[in-house]
């Protein structure tokens, strides 16, 4: 008989550690406990990749209904009722939330509604006031936006707090440049809002492929995203009544109305914000000064490490506050391991699964099995998309010799209508082994597309492999499997 409660105690209910969990005891066989402080799903389903997704769709209709008008169809665009689609929108979350909890109750995991703390290696601390024992223990616990180290911060919002707006606010400024930042400016702005953002670097989307970001702020600024680079906020207040900067975007506090100030709580989950009401008077680092009904910060996040007692237990944390683990997610602790966000390795939901995965493999069915996090492919859900996977033209240059072969074009589909939008296959091909290194699309859909070539790419072809493959005509991705020669060598 074992001397714990537990084979394995799981602390969170995202995707990750859901999978783990279930996995581990459906077919390890494992007796498992699992412990989640706020919904099942965690950040993918509940507040992030499923909820953003819905809105991305949601956004994209208004230009659909443009362009079948330009197609000969009779039909008008009347406005966007976000109140019927937020609560849509809840109804889906509650219901793949119920799934969730449905899996791990048919796999026979024990499931605990409350914050749980590692009081040792081997045993857990509920806020229930029960205490756990564990062989092993699990850290699931995700990841958190956060708001930048300035004077008001708590005047804007956080993604999270998006999901749970009581209306749209007319303007919103948006501040970052990375993928979070970026994708709520295009949903937003689909939806009506808009949208200004602002970026202290010199291009947005920084980490990935050079002439893809390009293509996409240059698409974004032309769908009407007021985006500007090389700037930040300098300073932010509450706005005063009636005060509105001069060539602004945002409304004043009388033309919101009274419930502007006193009612913006907007049905928010609690994550730690402040009261973030009413508009927000903002200098930016060019100089300008304007007013926004909101400001969201899209600048960074966090691993969900703070007072679960991990470096009380010997677990090392990094400088972010992730915990530090081996390639079998294993921490300082041996009985202890982590996987996911609250890593800080590659922070998306599939790899969180398969991270989930390998533990299970290596810790109850005796492979060892270490994660591979080596060419995964990736989406960015901007208009239009970028799909990536592999290596960017920058970071193979620096590598080896490359041929870069890429194609920019406007596609049928919005060209017939005389759309200026324009799209970009890319691939990073190694001159001496042939092998495609890097594939970049900037696209509609182009995150269809990528998951398809990432096979490929994953089990190594070269390019003469995409050259003999006949291209499926007439799409845009007959491109990938169409262009000869290279534009440039590096």
Known sequence: MSDFDYDLFVIGGGSGGVRAARVAAGEAGAKVGLAEESRYGGTCVIRGCVPKKLMVFASEYAGHVEDAVAYGW??????????AFSRRLHGELDRLEGIYRKLLSGSGVETFDCRATIKDPHTVALSNGEEKTAKHILVAAGGHPVRPDMANADLGLVSDDLFHMDALPKSIL???GGYIACEFACILHGLGVEVTQYYRGAQILRGFDEEARGLIAEEMKQRGIDLHTGTNIVDMRCAQEGEDAEGGLGASVQQMGDSAGDSAMMGREDHGGGTRKGPVWVKATNGNIRVFDRVLFATGRKPNT???????????????????????????????????????????????????MAFVETVFKGNPTPVDHDLIPSAVFTQPELGTIGLTEEDARDR???DVYCTSFRPMQSAFIDRSDRVLMKLIVSR?????????????????????????????????????????????????VTMRNPIRTA
């Not at 290194?437 to 269809?448: F, K, R, S, T, Y």
Request: proline share 4%; charged share 25%; aromatic share 4%.
């Open 432 to 480: 001496e082994s042939r092998k495609v290194l890097g594939c970049h699309i900037v696209a509609p859909n182009a995150g269809e597309m990528i998951q398809l070539a990432g096979i490929a790419i994953k089990m190594g072809a070269t390019k003469e492999d995409f050259d003999r493959t006949v291209a499926v005509h007439p799409t845009m991705s007959e491109e990938i």
């Open 400 to 402: 080896e010799e490359i």
């Open 306 to 356: 703070d007072g679960l007692g991990l470096e009380e237990a010997g677990v090392k944390l990094g400088r972010n506050g992730q915990i530090v683990v081996d390639e079998y997610s294993q921490t300082a602790v041996p009985s202890i391991y982590a996987i996911g966000d609250v890593t800080d390795r590659v922070n998306l939901t599939p790899v969180a699964i398969r991270e989930g």
């Open 74 to 83: 009779d039909v008008k665009a009347g406005p966007f009722d976000w109140t």
């Open 174 to 176: 948006i501040v970052g």
